[in-house]
């Protein structure tokens, strides 16, 4: 017999107790999945994971259901409250993968750049946000389409489409994935039992085949082409 694969554990982060409550009976009915607690993202969050042993977070990002942007509350500004971000930050920290719920695209790359790997509006449905939890929680990075460049933006993208010189050997495949999930040179070397220098090889492939000028814009552009499983 096949092994029975066990349920995804989820640790539900959000300020407001009516879309914990909200989010928990959305994924309720989704096979696969268990929640294991619903927490503000105000607390320890590092603790809570001691408490729960999650395998990924879906932490919502916004604020008042009836609102779709911090910038229509008034005299909010157009910056996110910084303790979400900060307390997203914090759980970066961990590894543990994150799911990423938005308001609007207006903070997308924030969100990106504090660690989530998985980015979807709050409007998402049960599917969508239960295949992002999986997606991640396999290391992929998974994004609403219209919060890709938003989120990983790249200078003069509209004027300089990405172009692939050369097609990127299986190898630089598998580097390139685990670039994406923002991993450094020394753990991507202990995953593929390469050296690191190796790793160096095949990353400066990857940035002239792409034509990137960074990690980040070799990751936008090879979202672009497809050669990143969303």
């Known amino acids: 017999m096949p092994p029975i694969m066990a349920d995804l554990r989820v640790l539900i982060v959000?300020?407001?107790p009516l879309v914990r409550?909200?989010?928990?009976?959305?994924?309720?009915?989704?096979?696969g999945l268990t929640i294991v607690g619903r927490v503000a993202a105000e607390v320890?969050?590092?603790?809570e994971l001691d408490v729960y042993?999650?395998?990924?977070?879906?932490?919502?990002?916004?604020w008042d259901p009836n609102l779709t942007s911090a910038a229509s509350r008034p005299g909010s500004g157009s910056a996110m409250p910084r303790t979400s971000l900060e307390s997203l930050?914090?759980?970066?920290e961990t590894g543990l993968p994150i799911v990423a719920l938005l308001p609007d695209e207006a903070h997308a790359s924030e969100a990106w750049t504090a660690g989530a790997r998985g980015l979807l509006l709050r409007q998402t449905d049960a599917e969508k946000l239960?295949?992002?939890?999986?997606?991640?929680?396999q290391g992929l990075v998974t994004l609403d389409p219209s919060l890709t460049a938003v989120a990983l933006p790249t200078p003069d993208f509209a004027e300089h489409p990405p172009q692939l010189a050369e097609a990127l050997t299986p190898r630089e495949l598998e580097v390139l994935q685990l670039l994406a999930?923002?991993?450094p040179n020394k753990t991507i070397a202990r995953r593929l039992d390469i050296s690191d220098h190796t790793v160096k090889f095949h990353v400066n492939a990857i940035l002239s085949k792409l034509g990137a000028?960074?990690?980040t814009d070799a990751v936008v552009r090879a979202t672009r082409l497809g050669l990143i499983l969303l």
């Open 213 to 215: 000028q960074s990690r």
């Open 130 to 137: 239960e295949a992002a939890l999986l997606a991640v929680s």
């Open 89 to 92: 930050a914090e759980l970066r």
């Open 181 to 183: 999930e923002g991993l």
């Open 14 to 16: 959000a300020d407001d």
């Open 53 to 62: 042993h999650p395998d990924v977070v879906v932490f919502d990002l916004g």
């Open 21 to 31: 409550a909200g989010l928990a009976t959305l994924l309720a009915n989704q096979s």
């Open 44 to 47: 320890d969050l590092p603790a």
